[in-house]
């Protein structure tokens, strides 16, 4: 067996003494960067490049890749805690995280979110490391008309997300929307609501809009519940003794969450450009889907939890794929990885792996370790970071409004992005207060300018015939299995009932 | 006061509508979706779509109850203190502005307690310096005007 | 090292280490002014995006090699003031007008970013110091195409359009094609992406016929023979590209590329951009920056001070007509 051969030369060479200190470091310094609201996987990566130059490339690669997943695994900290999202593959993990947590349940939800992270990363490099050249072949095969029909099927999602109230889900989405359409026009070139502001020419960034949709849109919420009022204050319950490990039903009712997670995390990570934040949020409404219970989700299911933390895992272990093998970074995180790559003089591309083999397998093995690590960290951490809730809320609200911004402003340095924060934050009460859904618009924020732009790609390239969506074969298949999802869907929901996002805002708003 | 909050949507719609009307091409020049496309059919259906969620508020002929106006006053001083935090920041810089902000902030909520809140307003930047400037090398809002200190 | 690691550290930090390592006062440099420049001031070095990037890169390793060979007397301070494609960090320069010891790299942006958004600077602004090297775009099909060469492409052009992907539309990646295709004399559709990754893998998937991209990042790709570099448009072919030919060679000139030099502050006074001028002579001429070149895949077009205001503006006004004839900026 070449792969065990291989794999087993990467160990020797990931587990020198050095070696392990450098990822442990990257772990605890990426679990930090990931905690903070606003700082994902690649703002952390970019920040702390820098402190590998001059290290030996392994010690360094070990190390960044730490800090990459530390991250994944610190972001959803706060999801659960705070309602605050560390990053935007983690907005999915507050829909249940976050009901978990006010049930009392913080201790069983940061188990179980480290515990589906260790599934999901782990999934994810058993299937780098047997089916890397197949799935090289996924990330090769999508272009435009594909990227279309991909955001078709997350648009699926929207459906799972949009509530009880139709027309309120209907206009929170048509606001993502609108606010996707902000920026340069990619086709023309032309500016879209930019007002000749030179921080709109990117267009509008999706964490300052979910951290304050969700973060601060939850401490207006709170304050308007008097929460600041009373005695303890504290936001969430958490019991120390009896509450932490999670309990049987919560391993059995979600054995199967992890393995369709981590399969469509991996999957959706492994084709460039979709990344964690989509993988998660379709695996959300996956499991949604699914569930025999939908009605719990949003109220503190235990699976919606899990679902998006075990794809938004596996999506990042599948990014490598694309970068291994074909020297194309999938995501922002893997780009930066791919600079380091580049700065060391070495070539990404398909011969990456036969010419450096000793880095590319010590790469592989050390996320194994890294996974290993996180969980024993993690683990080791939990009763550390719920001394967080334990703060009274009249002291700890104003310290979130100070973190939310204060992170918002460093990841692009953008004044603008910490005022759209703020504004997020006040839209975000009156939607949540009067039963909007403020999922339905940052999932439209992420999949709207998606399709936009792969739709209009795809009609130039097809000059202007929609026939190109059946004359290619991977177009054929997402077509297929998006046509038998919305056959099925309407059966599945027709069982299930209330909604993801909009269910306590229900009883709390008119 | 959902029908305001509606009403402030439709505003906005109108408003977006409009400059993709005015400002954006429905097709570009050889014939393809052009930038104003997808704009003007977001803008018009979220127009449609506010102003039937407004007429159906009105037929339902109650104006939805809200908390009661203590609930209102907190939330309402909260949402101003960040707004004005938002502006110190610009004005001051990050340093400044959290100090302040907390300052003012804890001692409105958390009464009585002055060592205590002037702790945390002070170990708060100063934390957040120290983990995102000399740990991250992150940045810190700059101060637009800077104070003699 | 000493500079990476300055830059990595925090303000506070970096005060003191950049104190510590400051160089010996004195003459070090080419020291044509007898003022400039003072040991005692700090030089202020913007950097106008984030750490990682090719901006970020190019500056770090323009002050290692001044550190290196102690070229700059005083201490060198990098900042990195992203934010709004650059406006922030130049508008930060442009502010400073009149001071010697404001400074900055530039790149593709310092020409674009301005003709997208209503910035207070243009980039003839500036003290221009020089043009130190050129970003330059390889032409590339899919390597199982059945096209072998330029000529080929040209000649299958001219029957039937095809498309060609590149990165944005306010970007060299659109006017390097348009110019080309204009002097070769076919048409084409233009298909727009947010990265090269993007467009990558729509090649690779065959739903374009072409792109352009930067080699550095496709290297590898076109090492394994996934894809086949066709033509090339600086004006001296990279060792990794051998045997490709240059639009020039075909006599398809089009004198368009992305500009990374030096620029200080406007207005500076003209013994700092003397002395500046003179010192990148020393600094190009060093084994670091060859190195650096032929890391990053750069074409090393070298031209000093006002010949370099010269080259941005007709860099500006060339982007501009392109731009405007297709109604991307009005």
């Given at each position: 067996m070449d792969i065990f051969a291989d794999l087993m030369m990467g160990l020797s060479v990931a587990i020198t003494p050095i070696n392990i200190v450098y990822l442990l470091i990257g772990a605890l310094v990426g679990m930090i960067v990931g905690v903070i609201p606003g700082f994902g996987p690649s703002a952390g990566l970019a920040i702390l490049?820098?402190?590998?130059?001059?290290?030996?490339p392994i010690g360094a690669i070990m190390m960044l890749a730490a800090i990459y997943y530390g991250a994944m695994y610190g972001g959803t900290i706060t999801s659960i805690l705070l309602n605050t999202p560390g990053e935007s593959a983690t907005v999915a993990s507050t829909f249940d995280g976050f009901p978990l947590a006010k049930n009392g349940r913080a201790g069983p939800a940061l188990v179980m979110q480290a515990v589906a992270s260790f599934v999901g990363g782990t999934v994810g490099v058993i299937l780098i490391t047997i089916l890397a050249p197949m799935f090289s072949q996924v990330s090769r095969s999508f272009g435009p008309p594909e990227y279309f029909l991909l955001a078709m099927m997350g648009m699926l999602t929207l459906l799972v997300m949009i509530g009880t109230n139709w027309k309120l889900g209907v206009i929170s989405a048509l606001i993502g929307f609108a606010l996707g359409t902000v920026g340069v026009d990619l086709e023309t070139g032309q500016g879209r609501y930019t007002f000749g502001s030179a921080e709109l020419i990117g267009g509008i960034y999706f964490i300052p809009i979910a951290i304050g949709l969700f973060g601060l849109g939850e401490l207006f919420y709170a304050f308007y519940g008097g929460l600041h009022r009373t005695g303890t204050g504290a936001i969430v319950q958490y019991d120390k003794e009896e509450r932490f490990w999670p309990t049987a039903q919560d391993w059995i009712s979600t054995r199967l969450t992890m393995a369709r997670s981590s399969i469509l995390g991996f999957v959706v990570g492994v084709i460039p450009g979709a990344g964690a934040t989509i993988a998660s949020l379709m695996a959300y409404s996956t499991e949604r889907s699914v569930s025999k219970n939908p009605e719990n989700f949003g109220k503190g299911e235990m699976a919606g939890l899990v679902a998006p933390e075990t794809a938004n895992n596996a999506a990042s272990s599948g990014a490598m794929i694309p970068l291994l093998t074909l020297g194309i970074p999938g995501s922002a995180s893997t780009a930066v990885l791919l600079a380091a790559f580049l700065l060391w003089g070495m070539r990404p591309g398909p011969l990456f792996m036969e010419q450096n083999p000793e880095l590319a397998w010590g790469l592989i093995a050390s996320m194994y370790l890294g996974n290993m690590a996180l969980l024993a960290i993690s683990i080791f951490a939990i009763p550390l970071f719920v001394q967080i809730i334990k703060v009274p809320y009249r002291i700890l609200g104003p310290t979130v409004v100070v973190i939310c911004a204060l992170g918002t402003f460093s990841v692009n340095a953008s004044f603008i992005e910490m005022f759209l924060m703020f504004g997020a934050g006040i839209v975000g009460f009156f939607m949540r207060l009067y039963g909007f859904s403020p999922a339905a618009l940052v999932l439209a924020l992420v999949l709207g300018p998606l399709a936009e732009e792969a739709l209009r790609q795809t009609l130039t390239i097809s000059r202007g015939s929609f026939m190109i969506f059946i004359e290619r074969t991977p177009s054929l298949w997402i077509l297929g299995i998006t046509i038998a999802l919305v056959a099925f869907l309407p059966l599945l929901n027709r069982l299930g009932g209330k909604t993801a996002s909009s269910g306590d805002a229900e009883k709390a708003g008119s | 006061m959902r029908i305001a909050f509606l009403v402030a949507l439709l505003a906005a719609a109108v408003f977006y509508s409009y400059t993709a009307f005015a400002d954006l091409g429905f097709m570009t020049r050889t014939g393809r979706l052009g930038p104003g496309f997808f704009p003007r059919v977001i803008g018009v259906s979220a127009i449609l779509i506010t102003l039937w969620a407004i007429l159906d508020e009105l037929r339902s002929g109650r104006i939805s109850r809200d908390g009661d106006a203590r609930a209102w006053a907190d939330v309402a001083m909260l949402m101003a203190l960040a707004v004005g935090y938002a502006l110190l920041i610009r004005l001051f810089g990050g340093m400044v502005a959290t100090f302040v902000f907390l300052a003012v902030t804890l001692s409105i909520l958390n009464r009585g307690q002055l060592v205590k809140n002037m702790m945390v307003a002070t170990l708060v930047p100063a934390f957040v310096y120290l983990l995102f400037d000399w740990l991250l090398n992150a940045n810190m809002p700059p101060a637009l005007i800077e104070l003699p200190i | 090292m000493i500079s990476l690691t300055n830059g990595y550290g925090s303000r506070l930090r970096n005060g003191i280490l950049a104190a510590a390592v400051a160089l010996p006062v004195g003459f070090a440099g080419p020291a044509l002014a007898q003022d400039y420049p003072s040991a005692d001031e700090t030089l202020d070095w913007t950097i106008a995006f984030g750490p990682g990037g090719g901006n970020d890169i190019m500056a770090r390793s323009i002050i290692e090699i001044l550190d290196k060979y102690d070229l700059y007397p005083g201490d060198v301070k990098p900042e990195n003031r992203a934010g709004g494609s650059g406006a922030v960090g130049w508008g930060y320069l442009y502010a400073q007008s009149g001071n010697p010891y404001g400074i900055s790299t530039t790149s593709g942006s310092f020409v674009t970013t301005p003709l997208q958004a209503d910035t207070p600077w243009q980039p003839e602004d500036f003290t221009p110091v020089a043009l130190l090297a050129t970003d330059d775009l390889v032409l590339v099909v899919n390597g199982n195409s059945d096209i072998q060469n330029i000529e080929e492409f040209i000649a299958k052009a001219k029957e039937t359009p095809m498309n060609i992907g590149g990165t944005g539309t306010v970007n060299v990646d659109f006017i390097v094609p348009t110019l080309f295709a204009q002097k070769a004399g076919f048409e084409f559709d233009y298909v727009s992406f947010n990265s090269m990754s993007e467009q990558t893998t729509a090649l690779l998937s065959n739903a374009l016929d072409a792109m352009v991209g930067n080699p550095g990042e496709i290297l590898g790709l076109i090492e394994s023979g996934d894809l086949r570099p066709l033509v090339f448009s600086g004006q001296n072919v990279p060792a990794a590209l051998e045997g490709v030919p240059t639009m020039g060679s075909l006599g398809y000139d089009i004198g368009v590329s992305m500009p990374r030099g030096l620029i200080l502050a406007p207005n500076a006074p003209q013994e700092a951009q003397d002395w500046w001028i003179e010192t990148m002579k020393t600094v190009v001429e060093t084994p670091e920056w060859g190195e650096y070149i032929s890391s990053n895949t750069l074409t090393p077009t070298v031209i000093y001070g006002e010949d370099f205001r010269t080259f941005l503006t007709n860099t500006k006004n060339g982007f501009q007509e392109v731009l405007k004839s297709v109604g991307a900026i009005k």
């Open positions: 490049l820098p402190v590998t130059f001059g290290m030996d | - | -």
